[in-house]
């Protein structure tokens, strides 16, 4: 083959149309064609790049937003599987307070309506009148409207919406002295108030504590004892009341002894302080001959 430069035109166009050259614009053109019609360049460099893709680094906009992507594919799958056990979790639940218990701030849970009575017949008849009349429930549930009922934690907040499809037919915003009630129940001491913890300045006879709490209004009678189920029904009579001098929340444990016979046991029930520290004012004028006073909520109980 002559790799001199041509001479003439003659030479260049002998060059041009010799079959070596034919052949390779032939070849090109047939390359050219095939790959329009079946993009197999396209498909052989993305073959070769998926299989060397674990040998490449993971760097650049790409790889990150794959990695965004997957992540937020993961988190979505792990928060459905987390909201599915929180359902089972709740439609198992045997008391309102087990499905407080598992709500986290900002989750909620619906159960049917048959489900929400059932928890709903196990409080004390006290917390169930503070929450919704029995009168108003029969009447949601007999006009066959009421579906499901929807329980949400919110901050502090703690609501209950009766919903018919996308309808709320009632809300209910649980109160916070209600919430406590509900969580923490009763708890029973065997033994005396003292030996319960209560020191003897904050002991005082049942008859003198129910005389004063008597004397309170109804609003602050249900701060102080919401639930009069326990005591009213226990198996003997209460004798003393005590509570604990220590107080660090907003909340006052008070202890009730019970005498059963020889037998002494303490139930234990919360308080809201600012209001027992009323009661606690109202047992002081009462024992010095003056007529309660009222006083500021806020101020704390003398240590």
């Avoid at 003439?8 to 070849?27: C, G, K, P, V």
């Amino acid at each position: 083959m002559d790799w001199c430069e041509p001479r003439d035109l003659r030479d260049w166009f002998s060059r041009l149309f010799s079959l070596r050259s034919l052949t390779f614009i032939l070849i090109v053109l047939f390359l050219a064609v095939f790959e329009f019609r079946f993009d197999w360049m396209e498909k052989a460099l993305g073959s070769y790049l998926s299989t060397t893709n674990r040998q490449r680094p993971e760097t650049g906009e790409i790889w990150e937003t794959d990695h965004e992507t997957q992540q937020a594919l993961n988190l979505l799958n792990e928060k459905t599987i987390d909201s599915e056990v929180l359902q089972r979790s709740a439609r198992g639940a045997a008391d309102l307070s087990d499905i407080i218990s598992l709500l986290a701030d900002n989750q909620d849970v619906s159960i049917s309506p048959d489900h929400f009575i059932s928890l709903y017949q196990r409080l004390s008849p006290s917390i169930r009148a503070r929450i919704i009349s029995p009168t108003e429930l029969l009447k949601l549930r007999g006009e066959n409207q009421w579906e499901r009922t929807l329980i949400r934690k919110f901050g502090n907040q703690f609501s209950i919406y009766l919903i018919n499809q996308n309808r709320v037919l009632r809300e209910i915003v649980v109160a916070d002295s209600i919430l406590v009630q509900i969580e923490r129940r009763q708890v029973i001491f065997e033994g005396s108030l003292e030996e319960w913890g209560a020191p003897p300045d904050r002991i005082y006879p049942a008859d003198r504590f129910f005389s004063a709490l008597s004397t309170l209004t109804e609003d602050m009678q249900s701060e102080i004892l919401a639930q009069s189920e326990p005591i009213l029904f226990a198996e003997g009579r209460p004798v003393r009341v005590g509570f604990l001098s220590q107080l660090q929340t907003a909340w006052v444990d008070i202890g009730f002894e019970i005498a059963d016979g020889t037998l002494r046991r303490v139930i234990i029930l919360p308080a809201r302080e600012w209001a027992l520290w009323r009661l606690r004012s109202a047992l002081e004028m009462e024992a010095t001959g003056f007529s309660p006073i009222v006083t500021n909520p806020e101020d704390p109980f003398e240590q």
